[in-house]
């Protein structure tokens, strides 16, 4: 099945700074790869996602590149904001229409520093 | 306002006790999923739904079951819980059986077993 490795596990970064997430996965067919942030006491809501035939997507200030070859795909967060903070966390699924479950990655918990 | 809902949100039990968490999503969503998350092991799946009356387990079942006799609903029950079944739980819907639409999660359940 699919492994998603997620680094690092912490991140501080002052504010105004760039942040970047990093993961890989080990199945080459996966083809469907969301980032959720996580607030606390809240469920995990997705931020941004990007399928296998784009390599780079982009909302404001957020984007994820996704490098297929190397099976590995990034979130990047720039002029970071105290709200900002949270865990994030990475995923991976196949979509051929059977489960198709997220695997996720096991989160990077970030803090914005003012 | 779409939404999944979970009940109860937290929960401190005792081994053996049957206990149902109850998941309501209001987005007549085909899909509905149990996900369990614990400290650096990210959300692994337990069961799933592809629709009514269709569930499979997920990557750690073991303990759970699950019964999908409505759409809109998706309850977890623990038999007879034991302490390794303490975690936070989420219930997660999305529209259709395409891995690669977005899946909604909900505010999640603190399960304390003692």
């Known amino acids: 099945g699919e492994n998603v490795e997620q680094h690092p596990s912490t991140l501080s970064v002052q504010e105004g700074d760039s942040a970047v997430i990093k993961c890989t996965y080990s199945?080459?067919?996966?083809?469907?790869f969301p980032w959720y942030k996580q607030e606390l006491g809240k469920g995990p809501q997705l931020i941004i996602d990007?399928?296998?035939?784009?390599g780079e997507k982009k909302d404001q200030r957020i984007a994820v590149t996704l490098n297929k070859t190397a099976k590995h795909f990034s979130l990047h967060i720039t002029e970071t904001q105290p709200e900002d903070s949270a865990v994030y966390f990475c995923?991976?699924?196949?979509?051929?229409?059977?489960?198709?479950?997220?695997?996720f990655g096991t989160g990077t918990r970030l803090t914005i520093i003012p | 306002e779409a939404q999944v809902t979970q009940n109860p949100r937290y929960l401190i039990t005792v081994t053996g006790k049957k206990l149902t968490v109850t998941c309501s999503q209001n987005?007549?969503?085909?899909?509905m999923s149990w996900y369990r998350q614990d400290p650096g092991l990210g959300l692994r799946q337990i069961y799933y739904?592809?629709?009514?009356?269709?569930?499979d387990k997920g990557d750690v079942p073991e303990g759970y079951k699950v019964s999908r006799k409505e759409k809109r609903n998706f309850p977890l029950i623990l038999e007879s819980p034991s302490p390794n079944q303490t975690s936070l739980y989420f219930c997660?819907?999305?529209?259709?059986?395409?891995?690669?639409?977005?899946?909604?999660f909900g505010p999640g359940t603190r399960l304390t077993v003692l």
């Open positions: 199945d080459s067919a996966s083809n469907y």
């Open positions: 987005m007549n969503h085909e899909y």
């Open positions: 995923a991976a699924s196949l979509a051929n229409f059977g489960n198709e479950k997220l695997t």
């Open positions: 990007i399928r296998s035939n784009v």
């Open positions: 997660a819907s999305r529209d259709g059986v395409g891995g690669s639409d977005t899946q909604y």
């Open positions: 739904s592809m629709n009514v009356e269709v569930t």
